[in-house]
């Protein structure tokens, strides 16, 4: 049967508009990939991929990415631009574990099915140790059951206490192992905390890489260990450091800081 021009049209429109996503978003995700391969590696077993692609491992775990993702999007938000350790822009490592978490979530079974045994009410998470557990998603209050099937944790208090404990002793009771999140969630909530942390102190919009100081005479330089220096005078950058990964992010930093405080000293 032919298809109307009308059905033809409405098919397309149903298909990802892959052509309308930003190049720069592909590149920035490349960007971040990139470097993680660079860093732990690219195993035959990963199909190609990275190391999220091994079964079993902490890298496979979606939440692991999770936290990482929002990790750097809050650095970001805070006003640090670039991760100190790669040089890539925080936005960049975001993409990639946005990527990944693409790529895991199917495969992990982390999106909840219609008649999922053990859905939780929102705002509520599944964790591990040595037994199962429901944990806020805050980590300040939790539920479980001690060695004699008792419930413990400030849960109790909800309202719903009771359809959350049955829902432990069902879970306990079923032949299902709890390796599939081990302490996944507990790792990322201390990320979070760590991050929340992070925020409310205040940041050094001059902060360097490890290894390297800042300088001044007559205008801004950064100088490593072994002397090695970079600056700009007259618009052009000098020195050595031009060869180093980050050189991007120290030269960004440069420029504003001889912005700001163009004699050594902020400008009142």
Known sequence: MTKSAEEINAEKASKPRVDIVPPELMLAAGRGLGYGVQKHGQPPGADGYGTWRIAGTEQAEPLTHYACLLRHLLLWRAGEKFDPESGLSHLDHAAAQLAILLDLVPRAGEVPEPGDPWALPDGLWWGFRRGWQIESADGCSSLWLNDAGRPVGYLLLRDDSEHLIDLL????????????????????????????????????????????????????????????????????????????????????????????????????
């Open 169 to 268: 002793r069902r879970r306990r009771n079923a032949a299902e192992p709890g390796g599939q999140y081990r302490e996944a969630m507990f790792r990322s909530v201390a990320t979070l905390q760590e991050v929340k942390r992070a925020l409310a102190e205040p940041t050094d919009p001059w902060a360097l890489p490890d290894g390297l100081e800042w300088g001044f005479r007559r205008v801004w330089y950064v100088q490593n260990d072994s002397s090695e220096c970079l600056w700009i005078e007259a618009g052009k950058v000098c020195g050595q450091l031009q060869k180093r990964p980050d050189a991007e992010h120290l030269i960004d930093l440069l420029r504003r800081r001889s912005e700001v405080e163009p004699k050594g000293q902020v400008v009142k």
